[in-house]
C-alpha cells in the first residue's frame, strides 16, 4: 500500500528539485469534515503546494455551481441541495461551514483561479442507494448521503443520511474514538481538540496529514470499509484518474481522512469500472446552492451533521489568536445584553480559571468543556439556566448562511424571495417574534403569505399563544424561525404552480376533493385567511357535499366551531362568507337535532369528549345568531331533561346534563331557583352518586362563582356531600377533586370559608330571603355609577330628615 507519506514526499521533492515531477503528483490532504483545526491546515497545505487543480469530496454534478462560491453575496453556512427531479422529496444536502475543510479548499481554488472539481459518488447514484446501508426498496421518503463517511474515518455525520427526524444508522467504527482509545484518553472528542482543532499549522503544513493517513491505514486493516464506501472510494479514484489525464501535474484531494488509504493505493482501473458497475440506474437530479443554519449543523438526526458545538468550531476558526479571552467578551456580551451582571473583572478571572482548568487536566488550551466550566462558576454564579443561554446562542448559534440570486432555483422558490424582500421579513434562523396589526395593507399581505405558506406545508411562521383563534380580531402574533429544509419543501410544493398564491391554491383545491368534513372547516378557514378566492368555491362545493351527508354528530360538532370562527375572521378581512354562512347555518339545525341522541349511553371519557364538543358548539351558535340559537336552546333543554330512568345506558349522563343547565341558566333562559330545584333533585338519595357528582362536574366547571351568590345552591350541594355514604363518597373523590380543582383559588379559598363556619341550610321557599336596602347607602354609590355609565348624574335624594322637616 502506499502511503500518503510518500505521496506527499513525492510531491515535496519534486518542487524542492525545481523541476515538475515526471509522473503527476497527487497530495491527499485528509480531513475531518466541518474541524476548524482541518480547515487550518488544509489551508496552510494549499497555500505551500500551490496545486494545478483541486479535487473535493462532493457530488460532481456541483462542478457548474462551484464557481457561484466565489460571490460575496454567498455566505456561509451553505449547502448543496440535490433532488431527484420527479420526486423533490429524495433529497440530499452537502453542508458547508466556514470551518468546514472543503469550503477552505474551493475558496482557494476559486480565488487563485485554479480548476476545481467534486469527486465522490455522483448525487444521483447516491439517491438511488437510498440510506447508508442499502437501497431504498419501498419507495419511501429517501435522503441522499451527504457525506456518511464522517470525515474523520467513517463515523455517521447523518448529513441526509437518512429520513428527515429519523435516527441514522451508526457506522461500523469510529475512527476519533479508537484513535483516542490508542493514545490513553477516553474522551475522543477533547483528545481531537487537543490534537487537532486547537493546533495551529507549524512546520511542515503536510506533516499532519501524513501521520493522519498513516493512522487511518492502520485503523482500516483492522476495520475494513463497507461497501458502499468502497464503491464511493472507485468513483473518486476515476475522478484523480481523470484529473490527471487533462494534463494537471499537481493534483490536491481533499477528503474524509477514512478514504486517504484507498485513495493512496491505485488499484487496476478494471478493479473499479466492476465496483461500479453494480450501481443502480441514476435518475435525473438537480442541484443548487441552500442557506444553511448553524443550529442545523448541530443536530444528529434528519439533515443535522452532527457537529455539537458549530458556533464554538466558528469562533476557534475565526479568532485563532486569543481564542478563549474572545470567546469570554463574547459570553460578557451577551449575559449584559439579557441584564446579567458581568464585568470586565469576571471576564478576567473567567480567562484565569478556563487556563488553571486545562493545566489541571493536561490540556494543551482549553477546550469548550473548561470555557463553559469557567463561565458557570465566574459569570453564570453557578446557574444552569444563564449557561443554557450560553450554550444555544453562542455554542449553537442561529447563523443563517446567505446565497445569491444567480445561484438556479425553482420558480415558486424565486417568487417567495421577491415576497420576502417586498414585504420586509427577512429569513432569520433565530427565533424571532412578528406582531401583525391587520388593520395595516402590509401587516394584511404579511398575514396572506404566512397563512399561504402553512398550507403549503411550510411552517416558517407559526401563531403565538392560539393568535388566530383569540377575540382580539385586529392583531396576529407569529413565532418566525427559518429552517433550511424548507427548500426541499419549495421544490416539493412547485407541484401546486410557480407562485406561492398558484401554489397554495393548487394545492387548497386537491386537499379538498379527498378531505373529511371536519379538514375540510379547517380548509376553508386557511383560504380565507391566506386570501384564496379561486379555491374557496371548490372547498366550499365540497365542504356542503360533505355537511350533507355526514350524520356522525361528532364530526359536525367539530366542524361547526371553525365554520363561525372562519365567519369572524372573513368579517375583519372584508372577504365575502355568504357561502359559509349558509353551510353553518345548516350544520348548526342538524346538529341541534342530532346532539340529544348522540349524548345518550356514553361512558364516562365519551361525555368527557362530548362535554368539550358542547361548550365549543354553544359558543358558535351564540357568535352565529338568529333563529339557530333558539332551536340550539330547545336542544339543551331537551339534553337536560334526558335522565338514566332506566339505567345508565337509557339516558344522558349526569356531565352532559348538568352542563346544559348550566349554559340555559348563563344565558338567562333559566332561573336560579329553577336550577336549584333541579340540583336538588338530582342530589337525592334516588339518584346514583356517581351521576350526581358527573352533574355537579357539569354544571360547576362553568365558574364557582355562583355558588358564592347564591347559598341555596351552596347549601344543597353542602347537604348531599355530608349525607353520602362513605363507600360512594370514595368513589366520588375523583370527580369532585377535578371539579373544585378547575375553580379559582379565591373562589375555593372563599367557598371553604363559608362551609367551616357550619352546616348550610337552604331557606324557607327555595330562596334566599331579601334583605333590607338601605337607599342612603344606595345613593352615595350612583355618582360613581353614573361617571363610569357616562350618564349625567341625578340630583341627590332630600334625606328623610328633612322631608319630614320640610312636611312639619
Given amino acids: 500500500m502506499v502511503s500518503a507519506r510518500a505521496v506527499s514526499a513525492e510531491t515535496a521533492s519534486a518542487r524542492a528539485a525545481g523541476a515538475e515531477a515526471a509522473v503527476p503528483a497527487v497530495t491527499l490532504l485528509g480531513v475531518r469534515h466541518h474541524g476548524p483545526g482541518s480547515a487550518r491546515a488544509v489551508a496552510a497545505a494549499l497555500a505551500a503546494l500551490q496545486p494545478d487543480a ?7 454534478e456541483a462542478d457548474g455551481l462551484a464557481a457561484a462560491a466565489a460571490g460575496k453575496e454567498m455566505v456561509p453556512p451553505v449547502a448543496l441541495l440535490a433532488h431527484v427531479a420527479d420526486d423533490p422529496a429524495r433529497a440530499a444536502f452537502w453542508p458547508f461551514a466556514e470551518f468546514s475543510p472543503e469550503w477552505v479548499a474551493l475558496r482557494y481554488a476559486l480565488d487563485a483561479g485554479v480548476p476545481v472539481r ?16 442499502g437501497r431504498d426498496e419501498e419507495g419511501g421518503t429517501v435522503t441522499g448521503e451527504g457525506d456518511t463517511s464522517g470525515g474523520d474515518g467513517g463515523s455517521e455525520e447523518g448529513e441526509g443520511s437518512g429520513v428527515p427526524g429519523g435516527t441514522p444508522r451508526p457506522a461500523p467504527v469510529d475512527p476519533i474514538a479508537e484513535l483516542a482509545a490508542a493514545a490513553g484518553h477516553t474522551d475522543p472528542e477533547a483528545w481531537w481538540e487537543d490534537a487537532v482543532e486547537h493546533r495551529t499549522p507549524d512546520g511542515d503544513p503536510l506533516a499532519p496529514f501524513a501521520a493522519l493517513a498513516e493512522a487511518m491505514a492502520a485503523l ?9 464506501d468502497l464503491v464511493r472510494e472507485a468513483a473518486m479514484r476515476q475522478q484523480v484518474r481523470a484529473a490527471r489525464r487533462a494534463g494537471h501535474r499537481r493534483i490536491a484531494v481533499v477528503c474524509g481522512a477514512w478514504h486517504v488509504p484507498a485513495l493512496a493505493a491505485m488499484p487496476t482501473v478494471a478493479h473499479d469500472r466492476a465496483l461500479l458497475a453494480e450501481l443502480p440506474k441514476k ?9 444553511w ?8 438526526t434528519g439533515y443535522g451533521a452532527g457537529i455539537d458545538s458549530p458556533g464554538w468550531y466558528h469562533h476557534l476558526f475565526t479568532a485563532p489568536g486569543q481564542p478563549v479571552a474572545r470567546w469570554m467578551t463574547r459570553v460578557a456580551e451577551l449575559l449584559r445584553a439579557e441584564d446579567h451582571p458581568v464585568s470586565s473583572a469576571h471576564v478576567i478571572e473567567a480567562v484565569r480559571l478556563a487556563d488553571a482548568l486545562a493545566a489541571v487536566r493536561g490540556r494543551p488550551l482549553p477546550g469548550l468543556t473548561e470555557t463553559l466550566d469557567a463561565v458557570r462558576a465566574v459569570m453564570c454564579d453557578g446557574s444552569d439556566v444563564a449557561l443554557a443561554l450560553v450554550r444555544d446562542r453562542l455554542v449553537v448559534g442561529d447563523a443563517l448562511g446567505e446565497v445569491p440570486d444567480s445561484v438556479p432555483a425553482v420558480p415558486l422558490q424565486r417568487d417567495l424571495g421577491r415576497l ?32 399561504r405558506l402553512r398550507l403549503l406545508g411550510l411552517h416558517w411562521g407559526r401563531p403565538v399563544r392560539d393568535s388566530v383563534n383569540s377575540t382580539g380580531t385586529f392583531r396576529e402574533t407569529w413565532q418566525l424561525v427559518w429552517e433550511p429544509e424548507f427548500s426541499v419543501q419549495l421544490v416539493e410544493a412547485g407541484q401546486w404552480g410557480t407562485t406561492v398564491r398558484s401554489a397554495a391554491t393548487g394545492k387548497a383545491v386537491a386537499e379538498a376533493a379527498k378531505a373529511e368534513l371536519t379538514a375540510l372547516t379547517a380548509l376553508a378557514e386557511q383560504c380565507l385567511l391566506a386570501d384564496l378566492p379561486d379555491a374557496l368555491p371548490e372547498v366550499m362545493r365540497a365542504l356542503a357535499d360533505r355537511a350533507a351527508l355526514d350524520t356522525d354528530a361528532g364530526h359536525l360538532a367539530a366542524a361547526l366551531p371553525a365554520l363561525v370562527r372562519t365567519l369572524r375572521y372573513g368579517d375583519v378581512r372584508a372577504t365575502d362568507t355568504s357561502a359559509l354562512a349558509a353551510v353553518a347555518h345548516g350544520l348548526a339545525e342538524r346538529l341541534s337535532v342530532a346532539l340529544p341522541a348522540a349524548c345518550t349511553g356514553l361512558d364516562a371519557d365519551g361525555a368527557n369528549a362530548r362535554r368539550a364538543e358542547l361548550d365549543a358548539v354553544h359558543q358558535a351558535i351564540a357568535l352565529l345568531g338568529g333563529a339557530t340559537v333558539e332551536r340550539w336552546a330547545g336542544t339543551l333543554a331537551a339534553l337536560a331533561a334526558r335522565e338514566p330512568h332506566g339505567g345508565p345506558a337509557t339516558g344522558v349522563p349526569g356531565l352532559l346534563r348538568g352542563r346544559a343547565v348550566r349554559l340555559l341558566l348563563d344565558d338567562g333562559r333559566l332561573d336560579a331557583g329553577e336550577a336549584g330545584r333541579r340540583l336538588g333533585l338530582v342530589l337525592s338519595t334516588a339518584s346514583e352518586p356517581a ?32 349525607g353520602v355514604s362513605p363507600e360512594a363518597f370514595t368513589d366520588l373523590l375523583p370527580v369532585l377533586r377535578r371539579t373544585f380543582s378547575s375553580l379559582e383559588a379565591g373562589v375555593r379559598h372563599t367557598i371553604g370559608s363559608r362551609v367551616a363556619t357550619g352546616p348550610l341550610t337552604a331557606p324557607a321557599g327555595g330562596s334566599a330571603p331579601d334583605a333590607p336596602l338601605d337607599e342612603e347607602r344606595a345613593d352615595a354609590a350612583v355618582p360613581v355609577l353614573a361617571l363610569l355609565l357616562g350618564v349625567s348624574v341625578p340630583q341627590p335624594r332630600i334625606p328623610r330628615q328633612t322631608d319630614r322637616r320640610a312636611t312639619a
Avoid: M, N, Y
Fill in 283 to 291: 435518475p435525473k437530479v438537480e442541484l443548487t446552492w441552500v442557506p
Fill in 420 to 451: 420576502q424582500r417586498t414585504l420586509r421579513l427577512k429569513p432569520e434562523a433565530a427565533a424571532r417574534e412578528l406582531v401583525l396589526d391587520l388593520r395595516k395593507d402590509l401587516d394584511v399581505e404579511r398575514s396572506r403569505l404566512l397563512h
Fill in 691 to 722: 351521576d350526581a357528582g358527573g352533574w355537579v362536574e357539569g354544571f360547576v366547571s362553568g365558574g364557582g362563582a355562583l355558588l358564592l351568590h347564591d347559598p341555596v345552591l351552596l347549601g344543597l350541594l353542602d347537604g348531599w356531600l355530608c
Fill in 118 to 133: 467534486f469527486i465522490d459518488l455522483p448525487a444521483a447514484q447516491s439517491l438511488a442507494l437510498g440510506p447508508r446501508g
Fill in 220 to 228: 482500516r486493516e483492522h476495520h475494513p470499509a463497507e461497501r458502499r
Fill in 54 to 60: 483541486v479535487l473535493i469530496e462532493g457530488p460532481p
Fill in 293 to 300: 443554519t448553524h443550529r442545523r449543523l448541530s443536530q444528529h
